[in-house]
């Protein structure tokens, strides 16, 4: 499902959208991410998953620009794969970015938050939900939109004496209200505030925001948070169809394992700042570490466990 | 234990109930009425006098009675009545009667405002009997329409875009040096002399200076902007009260430009589009035919203020359904979700403290062509407070409220001054205007405690599906600063 035909290789080799490249993030002395290097597939549905506490809010607030990494790379590529030729270029010469005609390059951790949403079309959620709350749902869905509204303004010179393009413009941004509305199904309320919706409908508006600002990487920081069994359904749906209509590329962080089972291609797991594992859902499912970092375990069984992943480890090389 | 004694007691028993609720009351009554007794004793209990040139102490055992006593039985009766556990609470079953009052007149309320401030030169000169005698009531208009102006001006920054800007008159300020310094700039003067003729400055400076004033003024915004754009709260009025100081000592202290305290004199006066409203052959009144009459000058300049008053309006109406505007209401509610949405939070809130500045450099254009004088004494923090009391009890982000507000206001503590029918209750003794602020104060207190959101509370969406519903105030935030 996740390997690019040509290849053989996983999708998120063959093809990243998004590449974490020996990432740091240090508070003072704690160190919260630690080396961590991974990539996401143009097209997969990504899940960051870990305990609490493991660094994936931190990584998320870097990728979205919020923070600025200690160090390391995170270069966002549009249209296809970037040679490694390009990657070095745009490095060497310190720009943001390098953007041709169908392709281009963003180096993410050079470039201030709006921007990273703004230019380089990654949008995120937050893990507690963060809508314009006294503004009404189609509000907050046209605020989305503020930098295409804002040049169809003419910078408000425009939109001030009523001129027909921009009419024209918020006509169009309207429609695209309506389409993500109806999407997430609350069409009848889009004149309340988004105050007074139910939590689950806020979860869910706070996703068709996002994406009402078109982005090619969709960053879901706990979606299915506070959601009942119903609601986590619908969600795995909403994700799938956003993925399958729009070719939204998704990485989100989750705690609840049958939406991260369901619907991800690609599992990356963080514990301490570091990655302690990274593949398809089936093999991190498997992986000791992972079962180690979420259960707990021993002493004893973590010297096992490593014994047995050095050995494994050492059978590998000696086969390659 | 009162509560469930109400609840539970039978009705073939009401006497026993009454006691319940009348011992506890008269207790709590007593203890008050120490309480006020304590206070009260140092305070009016004793006075102190001159006698035969030595600080004597006199005492006032009635008045302390008295003031005890309305104590005691204010908090006896309240205890009895609005406090007391057998009362039912209200229950409120649909709109309130100001709500269904507030829906009926609700959208006659704006064009009625709008014709009333059209007439009022008319209505003022009807009802006190010609025109010369309405002077203090058009002045008084001119005046409340300047605070509507730099009420709704300072509402950009406040009311939408939630950034508290407690320096506001500074902009006033430079609204109205702008203007003063340019009219009776000697070189510029020459320059048009040379060009259109030697009246041409000082019948145009003011048609030529309004838009500069705004520029200016818009200008002071972003740079007070700069500095402040990483502050929130509390830190955001600080540097901003500051800014509004430091605006004014330098006109104070910077004598050779300013000419200091002693401020700018004999500012040329509005021309009607460069016509003089004198009694001369090329004045206003010969040339449309009608007697002399100072009063034309303060009339047209009603009209003035209350064209720019009507644009600074039309224009944040405009603008709060632009994508600029809703970007500033996004900011006032969620800075952090407005930076995960591409807003550059930078330019959004710079172009905020520069349209709010703007509409304020263009009243105090508008300020210094009335009074022909400008001097820092008019630009105090005062001013300032004034005008953000006024956002905040109209209602912030609602230009109804706050023009609602600004009359009150002004006008109220204009008709405080008259209240020479005080002296027949208290006394000759009585000096109403002692207790100007007082009463003021007060009246502030009681709309805030009935209010709490100011006169309009809820917020009109910016755009609609299918119906236009008011948000709930209690939603909407006030911003971080």
Redesign the interface.
Known sequence: MATSPATGLPRWEADPILSVEHLFMRFGGLIAVNDLSFKVGRGDITALIGPNGAGKTTVFNCI?G?YKPSEGRLILAHGRAPTPDEIAEVTRIGERALVGRDAGVYLLERMP???V???AKV??T?QNI???????V??NL??????A??AA?G??LK??F?LPG?TKA?KAA?ETA?YWLDKVGL?DR????A??LPYGAQRRLEIA??MC?EPILLCLDEPAAGLNPRESLELNTLLRAIRAEHGTSILLIEHDMSVVMEISDHVVVLDYGTKISDGTPRAVKDDPRVIAAYLGVDEDAVEEVEAELHIEHAATGAGA | MAVQTAETAPPAAPAAAANAVLAPAFKDALIAGLVALGLFGPLIGFETVIIDGALGLAYRPSLLAIMVGIIFVGRLLLNLTVWSPNRRPATHAGPTVFERVGTLIGPGVKPALLAFAVLFPAIAAYSMGGLNQSRYLIDLGILILTYVMLGWGLNIVVGLAGLLDLGYVAFYAVGAYTYALLATSAPINDFFAGLFGATFWANWAFWFCLPMAGIFAGVWGMILGFPVLRLRGDYLAIVTLAFGEIIRLVLINWVDFTNGGAGIASIPRATFFGIQFNAGPDGFAALFGLPFNPMHRIIFLYFVILALALVTAF?TV??R????G??W??L???E??????????TTTKLSAFATGAMFGGFAGCFFAVRAGFVSPESFTFDVSAMILAIVVLGGMGSQIGVAVAAAVMMGGMEMLRNLGFLRQIFGNDFDPSLYRMLIFGFAMVAIMVWKPRGLVST?D?????????A??GD???EGHG
């Open positions: 979205t919020f938050d709006y921007r949403s703004g230019e949008a995120r937050f963060r809508l314009f709350t006294g503004m009404t189609l509000e046209m605020v989305a939109q503020h930098n509204l804002m303004s910078y408000s939109g001030l009523g921009w918020q309207t309506k069409t889009a004149d309340d505030p105050g007074d925001r996002a600002s | 224009v405009r603008l359904r632009l994508p600029v809703r970007a209401e996004a006032r509610e969620d952090i979700a407005c930076r995960s949405l591409g807003i550059n939070t917020r969406p910016t755009i609609f599906l299918k119906e236009r519903k948000v709930s939603l909407v935030k």
